[in-house]
């Protein structure tokens, strides 16, 4: 089972920029879909952002409060996934989750249930 653990989390003001990052361990994730979730205070877990393994297939949120700002990328050769959030809004503030199953992309990218490796989340915090 890959361990996956989140960094670059913190608080930054509206309209700035954090990148995260996924970095895993134990097994190579070259063969892995990973994804990106987060959960806001008092809300569910939701889908951000997933990318399948040599990242030539990559889906966002329908949701246009993501949408233009949000960048989801992955480096192999350092077992890494990423998220680049840009033009950050008090809204964005929530538990940012990655995750990743050993498999092609398929619909299931979307569904937590669909991942099967979680890592502990990073805390984003936008002030307003």
């Known amino acids: 089972q890959v361990q996956l653990m989140e960094s670059g989390g913190g608080l930054v003001q509206a309209g700035g920029s954090l990148r995260l990052s996924c970095a895993a361990s134990?097994?190579?994730?070259?063969?892995?879909?990973m994804g990106w979730f987060r959960r806001g205070p008092g809300k569910e877990r939701e889908f951000v952002a997933a990318?399948?393994?040599?990242?030539?297939?990559?889906?966002?949120a329908d949701s246009d409060s993501i949408k233009g700002r949000f960048t989801i990328s992955r480096d192999n050769a350092k077992n890494t996934l990423y998220l680049q959030m840009n033009s950050l809004k008090p809204e964005d503030t929530a538990v940012y989750y990655c995750?990743?199953?050993?498999?092609?992309?398929?619909?299931?990218?979307?569904?937590?249930?669909?991942?099967?490796?979680w890592g502990h989340g990073t805390q984003v915090t936008v002030s307003s």
């Open positions: 990318i399948n393994w040599k990242g030539s297939r990559i889906y966002y």
């Open positions: 134990g097994r190579t994730v070259s063969g892995y879909a």
């Open positions: 995750a990743a199953r050993e498999d092609v992309i398929t619909n299931g990218y979307g569904n937590e249930r669909w991942y099967p490796s």
